[in-house]
Nanobody, 120 residues
Framework: QVQLLESGGGLVQAGGSLRLSCAASGSIFSINAMGWYRQAPGKERELVAFETRRGITNYADSVKGRFTISRDNAKNTVYLQMNSLKPEDTAVYYC??????????????WGKGTLVTVSS
């Protein structure tokens, strides 16, 4: 079994910062890409950012220059530093990871989500 545990969400004023963390645990052989998605009320889930094991990153246009994704491969953890937050960043943020388990099954795993609320 593999679990992704997110933390760091909360309420912040516009212009503020938050840092999300997501730690993967369980029967892990290797992790390829790790990233963050978000889903605002009434909207579809969208990619925020991801980083491959080799450090290649990709960001949604709406967060470029404000959000930074990083990884600690030794800890199987991915972070999302969110600066200059806007009310439109309000959403549930989900961690996603492409994981190969020790019995060599490769799957995409999701965390349960952490709520980020940005007040104006």
């Amino acid at each position: 079994q593999v679990q992704l545990l997110e933390s760091g969400g909360g309420l912040v004023q516009a212009g503020g910062s938050l840092r999300l963390s997501c730690a993967a645990s369980g029967s892990i052989f290797s992790i390829n890409a790790m990233g963050w998605y978000r889903q605002a009320p009434g909207k579809e889930r969208e990619l925020v950012a991801f980083e491959t094991r080799r450090g290649i990153t990709n960001y949604a246009d709406s967060v470029k220059g404000r959000f930074t994704i990083s990884r600690d491969n030794a800890k199987n953890t991915v972070y999302l530093q969110m600066n200059s937050l806007k009310p439109e960043d309000t959403a549930v943020y989900y961690c996603n990871a492409a994981i190969t388990t020790r019995d060599y099954n490769a799957m995409n795993y999701w965390g349960k989500g952490t709520l980020v609320t940005v007040s104006s």
